[in-house]
């Protein structure tokens, strides 16, 4: 709705019309929806919200799969009485939205302005996740009695390697996006 208000709002009347219509009345050569990205700002929201989504879901889906399939068992034994008997969605989801935001702007967008390489992402990607899950465990095992060594230094590496997946996720949904 937001999208045909903005169109209309731009003059483009005849395109609206077409939109609210039936699909069979648009022309063929300019695509369903071609109208509405004509606009270079629309196109640059369009990508930027698609390697923020691509980012999000990667990292979103990885992320409970090692924590609720893969390390389980590794995170209940290392941290057994720290753990809270259900986590704080509140806190979780404030994490997963603002975390792939860092991703990409660090680690997506920054690089040579969209030219680099998924390669060169995914490496800024890893150090961002190493950085970022570094000062969380680290800071844990400064601060919390027995915060276990361990679970730390896998807790890194893990945090490398899915913030380098997430970032080429999000660099391929860009590329392709910008084509």
């Known amino acids: 709705m937001l999208l045909v208000a903005s169109v209309f709002h731009a003059g483009e009347h005849e395109a609206v019309a077409r939109l609210i219509g039936s699909r069979t009345n648009l022309p063929s050569r300019r695509g369903s929806y071609a109208c509405l990205l004509r606009h270079p700002l629309k196109v640059r929201m369009l990508k930027y919200a698609g390697s923020y989504l691509a980012v999000w879901l990667t990292l979103l889906l990885v992320d409970m799969l090692w924590l609720r399939v893969i390390a ?6 290392g941290m057994g009485p720290l753990l809270a008997a259900s986590p704080n969605l509140w806190a979780a989801a404030a ?14 967008y920054l690089p040579d302005a969209g030219k680099a390489s998924v390669l060169k992402v995914a490496g800024f990607g890893l150090l961002f996740g190493f950085f970022a899950y ?5 800071t844990g095992l400064a601060v919390i009695r027995n915060w276990p060594l361990g679970l730390s230094l896998l807790d890194m590496a893990w945090g490398a390697c899915v913030s380098a997946v997430a970032a080429a996720a999000g660099k391929l949904s860009l590329d392709y996006l910008s084509r």
């Open 72 to 77: 389980v068992s590794w995170y209940e034994q």
């Open 95 to 108: 994490f997963y939205l603002i975390y792939p935001l860092g991703l990409l702007i660090f680690a997506v």
């Open 134 to 138: 570094a000062t969380y465990d680290l």
